[in-house]
């Protein structure tokens, strides 16, 4: 054996850090974006407008938005994708080896992290703006719902999502059950029982949230909506002291310049309205 293939890989020197980063980035920052963003879809079932003010608000970030996705979101996910990699690929030991954690439960974590993944790349290439230059970028702020629900009404794609979005949950929710045990928080076994009822708990909730985010959306009238939208940004446009969208600007009319003169009336005045006597014929 030669002294290259003796010495021990990157990942294997520093297994103890990067275990832990690895679970603390799938708990927070990606975790808890998953349960914001998941909830954020969720406020459609209270119609359009709320849905839309809630786009309204991660928006208003303005320029700082994308390099806190980049920061918060993308490269955390990023780090936290290749690390798992290299564990299914065998690079890392197997972090299932624990004595409480099942064979299925530690297969079912590998698959649907490749399952959330894919879907994920395929969910940022269709409607984050990001993906406009590969045909998707979908998603429009300004139409929060009904663009959403536009790209989603095929069924094969709503199909697809919801397997992405339980994928996702079951990932995270099972993770914060790994989590705790890389971390050494609950080792007795009533503790991991107790642990474990919090991770089912969770994934219900999220996957609640998930599906029905994805029912929302397709159930929606998309006219309805995009009219609900429409008047939700020209309230915003003329707040911001801009005029609404889509309507030209109108300029002010001055009466003493446009009104035809009145016989008896010094030129460019108007008649002055009759009043309520004068029309009655009093």
Not at 20 to 29: D, H, I
Not at 179 to 204: D, E, F, H, K, Y
Request: a neutral charge.
């Amino acid at each position: 054996m030669t002294a290259n293939e003796s010495e021990p890989s990157f990942f294997a020197r520093h297994q103890f850090l990067i275990y832990r980063l690895f679970s603390l980035s799938g708990l927070v920052p990606v975790g808890a974006f998953l349960v914001v963003h998941l909830l954020t879809n969720a406020s459609v079932l209270a119609g359009p407008g709320t849905f839309q003010s809630r786009v309204d608000a991660i928006h208003s970030l303005g320029p700082l938005l994308v390099p806190i996705e980049w920061a918060f979101i993308f490269l955390p996910m990023i780090f936290h994708a290749t690390v798992g990699f290299v564990i299914i690929a065998g690079g890392l030991p197997n972090v299932g080896s624990y004595a409480y954690v099942g064979n299925v439960r530690y297969t079912l974590q590998r698959a649907t992290g490749m399952i959330a993944f894919a879907f994920i790349i395929w969910h940022v290439i269709q409607l984050h703006w990001m993906g406009a230059a590969l045909g998707g970028g979908r998603f429009d702020p300004h139409h929060a719902t009904s663009s959403a629900a536009t790209a989603l009404q095929p069924t094969l794609v709503a199909v697809l999502y919801a397997i992405g979005v339980l994928s996702a949950v079951f990932h995270l929710a099972n993770g914060l059950w790994t989590l705790g045990i890389t971390w050494g928080i609950w080792t007795s076994p009533a503790a991991m029982r107790r642990a474990n009822w919090v991770s089912i708990a969770v994934g219900v909730l999220l996957g609640g949230a998930g599906l029905g985010a994805l029912v929302g959306m397709r159930a929606t009238d998309i006219p309805q909506a995009t009219a609900i939208e429409n008047k939700m940004e020209d309230v915003k446009r003329m707040l911001e002291g801009e005029p609404p969208a889509g309507h030209p600007v109108q300029q002010p009319i001055s009466v003493r310049s446009t009104a035809a003169p009145s016989p008896g009336l010094p030129s460019g005045e108007a008649i002055p309205p009759a009043s309520p006597d004068t029309k009655a014929g009093r």
